[in-house]
């Protein structure tokens, strides 16, 4: 083929100049791909073999290390089929010890795959048989419980088949691992986290944004200051380093789910991510929701919904026009975002819309209950006026001892700031009375306790509250079976989530899982309501292993049961659970340097009768 040389010499000349231009834009709205349409690697049938190994990957064109399964990151597509029995031969290649634990499975505890909890973990150069019956359907995942390698690479999803009819009725499935990646290994990340916690959020308050009228007015930024809190951390690691990946893919690289209009489309989307909560949606296209962790539920319609570390989500999208649409996965932080591509045929590509204006922390998140007076972002940060001055008839003794009002036939209470290690001045609420969470360690590690947390189960997370469209939430939710045990709790017990971000130390009640090795007790078969109370201005994704359990949203027998459940900065979720498997199962935090950093514990659930 002959070429004009001057013809060439100026294309190029423009390539250069876009690429240049491309390198300073974030990679989610540079140039993509054709699309990436090869479908993920999938393994099934009875005996399965699975080898974990370093190896190299490529993001976005840029080459990294990482740990695969088989050679692939994500590891290949466990498919299984409910009622078959599988033995999974797995090897660890590796120079040190490494797991995999079936996140969501019901199995016996010894199959689990938790390292000192369930199983001593697989020992470099050698194999691990994981043999189990499979009595489920729906959509799961596995990755390591070995140290930091999940955030490396080890990860992948399962797909379990129903063995009679599938009441999910669509033409075709994709299924969409989001996760994080960093060129940084999680070992310096998790370093830099602990000498500095905010080091890489870039979405900082600065004095020009003050001088121009963003973000809080400066008497709030004062306020917040004073109690060494930072409305803008939401997410401790961020698009800073991160790029969020779908099924292994950077946003440039442009993975593609293929259709053709009119077809009923499943997408079986799990948050395979070490720390990122998603917000994900597609443009021009409605989702029904048919389940959540793995198990059906009544179909909803919606716009957005968010996901939480280690949640799934299946749902139906019917595109009936012949054009690509963009699937988005925005950091909850608003600080990147994943993207993939939904279209009838490869290299096609839909507008990629930008990043929304990121969330800032509220009252709320601080544990204040619905404090917020104006309904604003940033609505209620003052309330000195309110707390020792307003009289209120209904106030009640709680709310007083709290500072939040005044009785009516008693004076202002005086408020105690030493309590918050800040001295008088500023918001008028301790966040440090541990009177009102008396099992919770007083210790350093544990920065705030909430005064005044309420159920926030019926929100649709940080920053998703005024998006102008329906974002799903768990009170949307709606088990498409009634559930198995539909007992009222025998007893209920409070779990503080706690934390010093100040320090980056996490825990449940201000305990460690390594300062305190005494699992939380419970008897075979007894129904218990688990109240989680979060003492910390972060979301929690918190998993409960070898259990499903049920949201206390006001639905009854028709409680959604998850095995996950996201709970939301300042704020309260509860749910009711059946101690049906025997054994010890791990319980915790599943952002992964919390986890690491201490918010994590043992449940150990003995035959009744069994001495206590």
């Not at 025997?582 to 690491?596: S, V």
Request: contains cysteine.
């Amino acid at each position: 083929m002959n070429i004009d040389r001057r013809k060439f010499i100026g294309t190029a000349a423009v390539g250069g100049t876009a690429a240049a231009f491309a390198s300073w834009v974030p990679a989610w709205a540079q140039p993509v791909s054709g699309g990436i349409t090869a479908p993920l690697p999938t393994v099934s049938g009875t005996d399965i073999s699975l080898r974990i190994a370093r190896q190299t990957m490529r993001v976005d064109g840029k080459v990294s290390r990482a740990i695969g399964i088989n050679g692939t990151v994500p590891a290949p597509l466990i498919r299984l089929r409910e009622g078959q029995n599988v033995r999974l031969s797995v090897t660890n290649d590796l120079d040190e010890d490494s797991s995999i634990h079936w996140h969501g499975l019901i199995l016996p505890f010894q199959m689990d795959g938790v390292p000192g909890v369930s199983f001593p973990g697989i020992k470099p150069r050698s194999t691990f048989v994981y043999e189990f019956p499979v009595i489920q359907s729906g959509t799961y995942w596995y990755h390591s419980h070995s140290g930091l390698q999940e955030q490396l690479g080890h990860y992948g999803p399962i797909v379990i088949d129903p063995k009679g009819t599938d009441p999910i009725a669509y033409d075709r499935e994709h299924v969409v691992v989001l996760s994080d990646h960093s060129q940084l290994s999680p070992e310096a990340i998790f370093r830099k986290l602990k000498v500095n916690p905010g080091h890489f959020n870039m979405q900082k308050q600065t004095l020009g944004g003050l001088l121009a009228g963003k973000d809080q007015p400066l008497k709030e930024r004062i306020d917040w200051g004073k109690m060494r809190m930072d409305p803008t951390d939401i997410a401790d690691v961020n698009g800073s380093t991160y790029t969020f990946l779908v099924n292994g893919y950077g946003p440039k690289d442009n993975w593609t789910a293929l259709f053709t209009p009119g077809e009923r489309v499943r997408l079986r989307i799990i948050n395979a991510a070490a720390m990122s909560i998603f917000n994900v949606r597609i443009p021009g296209l409605r989702l029904t929701i048919v389940q959540a962790d793995g198990l059906n539920v009544r179909p909803v319609e919606v716009d957005e919904f968010q996901i939480g570390v280690a949640e799934t989500y299946d749902v139906i999208v019917t595109p009936t026009d012949d054009r690509a649409y963009t699937l988005v996965a925005e950091a909850n932080d608003r600080s990147g975002m994943g993207r993939a591509t939904l279209a009838p045929r490869a290299g096609m590509s839909a507008q990629v819309p930008p990043l929304r204006e990121r969330p800032l922390a509220t009252m709320k998140d601080m544990g204040m209950g619905d404090m917020d007076m104006s309904g604003g972002a940033t609505a209620g940060a003052d309330h000195s006026g309110m707390a020792m001055g307003a009289i209120a008839a209904d106030c009640s003794p709680e709310h007083a001892k709290m500072g939040h009002c005044t009785p009516s036939d008693a004076a202002a209470p005086a408020v105690d700031h030493s309590a918050m290690g800040h001295g008088a001045g500023g918001m008028s609420h301790s966040m440090r009375d541990f009177s009102v969470a008396p099992q919770v360690k007083r210790d350093p590690s544990v920065q705030t306790i909430s005064p005044m947390p309420v159920d926030r189960m019926g929100e649709p997370g940080q920053g998703l509250e005024n998006v102008g469209h329906k974002v799903m939430t768990y009170h949307d939710l709606v088990a498409l079976d009634r559930n198995p045990d539909v007992r009222a709790p025998e007893r209920s017990l409070d779990i503080h989530l706690t934390g010093n971000m100040e320090r980056f130390m996490w825990s449940f009640d201000g305990i460690k899982m390594s300062d305190y090795h005494e699992p939380i007790p419970f008897i075979e078969g007894e129904r218990v309501r688990i109240n989680l109370i979060n003492d910390s201005m972060m979301s929690h994704p918190i998993h409960l292993h070898g259990h499903f359990f049920e949201l206390v949203t006001g639905k009854g027998d028709y409680a959604p049961r998850k095995h996950t459940v996201l709970v939301q900065p300042g704020g309260k979720a509860s749910f009711d659970f059946t101690a049906d498997a025997l054994g010890d199962w791990a319980f915790h935090c599943h952002l992964l340097y919390h986890m690491h950093a201490g918010m994590m514990r043992v449940v150990s659930v003995r035959p009744r009768g069994e001495a206590q």
